[in-house]
């Protein structure tokens, strides 16, 4: 996807590494609370299930799932959350 | 005799066949019933949830809180509605003897209150199970019931004691965690679903 700005500045990082459902969930939930719409939300987690699970919810509360990647190396998912 | 293939609606032949006209019977879906499905479709709107939390089982607690907070999560209005066993989860974890009168009592000593002290249904071997899932949950990163219950108090799910089984229990307010809304009773419940609150009976 193409980004007319180069440099993304992440409001908040949540490191779900580790977490299990529907933690990846609830703890970006809680942290989106904390910053003002726009902002961005770096989320870093392992778990499989969360790449549709991010993908649901950020299409059942508005918010725009910008980036999603994955490394393989690390198995480590992330993803990049605009605000609504 | 080669019997041509006859591409069929069985929507439109079982409307057909309610209005009696199944004879010479038209492709076309009646206006009025298309009309009525495309009524039908649902905004994109929030919705609410309401949640019967009815077991006290470990298994079906864990369920419950995990869906409860995640549909908070979700933007969801959510409510939970502790009823029955459901009700003895959300008994504060110290107490260990509730009620007012002896068979109360007893019942509270036969199954202790609390949402550390839930059983597993099957399989529970005087505590063994639920030790094994608790060892296991940490393993693979997996909230506890108590976690859940923290993260969906901090999502703003709405938890409504049934007033029924508070007095059938002898549970007083004091004997409950803190953040629980008003005690409330089926009417409440029923209201909120026949206004299309999502329901789920766990």
Not at chain 2, 23 to 37: I, N, R
Not at chain 2, 77 to 85: A, D, P, S
Request: with cysteine; glycine share 8%; proline share 6%.
């Amino acid at each position: 996807m193409a980004h007319p700005a180069p440099v993304l500045e992440v409001a908040a990082i949540v490191d779900a590494r580790g977490l299990s459902c529907p933690m990846p969930i609830v703890k970006t939930a809680l942290a989106v609370k904390g910053v003002p719409s726009g902002s961005l939300i770096e989320v870093l987690a392992t778990d499989p299930g969360s790449t549709k699970d991010f993908t649901a919810w950020c299409r059942s509360t508005g918010h725009d799932l910008v980036e999603d990647s994955f490394t393989p190396e690390t198995r480590v998912y992330r993803y990049l959350i605009r605000r609504k | 005799m080669t019997t041509e293939v006859r591409h069929v609606d069985p929507l439109a032949e079982a409307i057909a066949d309610v209005e009696g006209a199944s004879e010479g019977a038209s492709d076309a879906v009646p206006e009025a019933f298309t009309d009525a499905f495309r009524a039908a479709q649902p905004e994109t709107k929030p919705r609410d949830l309401v949640l019967i939390c009815y077991s006290g089982d470990l298994e079906k607690t864990w369920a419950s809180l995990i869906l409860a907070s995640t549909a908070a999560a979700s933007g969801v209005k959510t409510r939970v509605f502790l009823t029955f066993w459901g009700l003895q989860t959300f008994v504060k974890d110290e107490k260990r003897i509730t009620g007012q009168n002896a068979m109360q009592k007893m019942l509270a000593l036969m199954q202790r209150p609390g949402i550390s002290h839930r059983r597993l249904s099957k399989m529970d071997f005087f505590g063994m199970g639920p030790w094994m899932m608790g060892v296991l949950a940490k393993q693979y990163g997996v909230a506890s019931p108590k976690e859940l219950l923290e993260a969906c108090q901090a999502l703003g799910v709405e938890f409504m004691p049934c007033q029924m089984t508070m007095d059938m229990f002898g549970l007083k307010r004091e004997d409950m965690i803190d953040g629980l809304g008003e005690p409330v009773g089926a009417a409440t419940v029923i209201e909120l679903l026949s206004n299309g609150a999502a329901s789920l009976f766990i």
